[in-house]
């Protein structure tokens, strides 16, 4: 048994079935938990750095997007340029 570091509430899970640093998600208020001890066992808040890191994956590819359009814009300024040219 464990108890969650959020809502207190008493957790089944055997010690002997996960390790330190295995994620588990607490039923009664489903916070996402990570194992911190073993002997005795104990959990604490997982870190969320899993989520912001996809955050910043998908921020990276809107500027690929962006930049991919801007150098659409670029080709055709050179078009309407050489068309003043001739």
Known sequence: MATCPECDAEIEVDEFDVDKGDLISCPDCGSNLE???TSPLELE???DEDDDDDDEDEDDDEEKEDDDFDDGEDADDDDAT???DE
């Open 35 to 37: 194992v911190s001890s």
């Open 45 to 47: 808040p997982a870190d």
């Open 82 to 84: 050489e068309d003043f």
